[in-house]
């Protein structure tokens, strides 16, 4: 699970428009508010989001690690 800081510089984009590495996915966005999103292409990060990622990729540190 990563944090949304707010100079990430995808905010406002569609997830299906990020450049994200394979192997990965965003199984759900908790907005700042408590509300859980289950993602699709058209949602969009927010600052202050939780991003929670599945991946077996275990040296992801940050929410800057999931794009290539």
């Known amino acids: 699970e990563f944090n949304v800081g707010k100079d990430l510089p995808y905010l406002g984009v569609p997830l299906k428009?990020?450049?994200l590495k394979s192997?990965?996915?965003l199984a759900g966005?908790?907005?700042r508010?408590?509300?859980i999103v289950i993602p699709s292409g058209g949602d969009m990060l927010e600052p202050?989001?939780?991003v929670i990622v599945v991946t077996t990729d275990t040296t992801?540190?940050?929410i800057y690690d999931i794009f290539q």
């Open 33 to 35: 508010n408590g509300k």
């Open 60 to 62: 992801m540190q940050d």
């Open 17 to 19: 428009d990020l450049p």
């Open 48 to 50: 202050m989001d939780d």
């Open 23 to 25: 192997g990965l996915l």
């Open 29 to 31: 966005i908790v907005r």
